[in-house]
């Protein structure tokens, strides 16, 4: 399994980034997939799932009506698209595979994460 994300970055509160994360090593089109971040010294949690044909979405509470997964199958890549960046969302995001109810991460290998940082 590998999952590479990318798309980080410094921006301002109020503004937007697109997240990628390009999946191989395992069926991606058949497993829902999802987002987790970490910020520095808490445990990493829960951001949004997607389910295997984008038909179930999922997203935490703190991140709903601002963040947007989507996925293509056919490039096995998955994408959270954040707007009303706000500071508390600054974090290293991860991908994984999820399950869509429990939002729980499948595989316990991650990557090497994206650093998302917002401040003025």
């Known amino acids: 399994v590998q999952l590479v994300e990318s798309g980080g970055g410094l921006v301002q509160p109020g503004q937007s980034l697109r997240l990628s994360c390009a999946a191989s090593g395992f069926t991606f089109s058949s497993n829902s997939m999802g987002w987790f971040r970490q910020a520095p010294g808490k445990e990493r949690e829960f951001v949004a799932a997607i389910s295997w044909n984008g038909g179930i979405r999922s997203y935490a509470d703190s991140v709903k009506g601002r963040f947007t997964i989507s996925r293509d199958n056919a490039q096995n890549t998955v994408y959270l698209k954040m707007n009303s960046l706000k500071p508390e969302d600054t974090a290293v995001y991860y991908c994984?595979?999820?399950?869509?109810?429990?939002?729980?991460?499948?595989?316990?290998?991650w990557g090497q994460g994206t650093q998302v940082t917002v401040s003025s």
């Open positions: 994984n595979a999820a399950a869509i109810k429990t939002t729980a991460a499948i595989f316990r290998s």
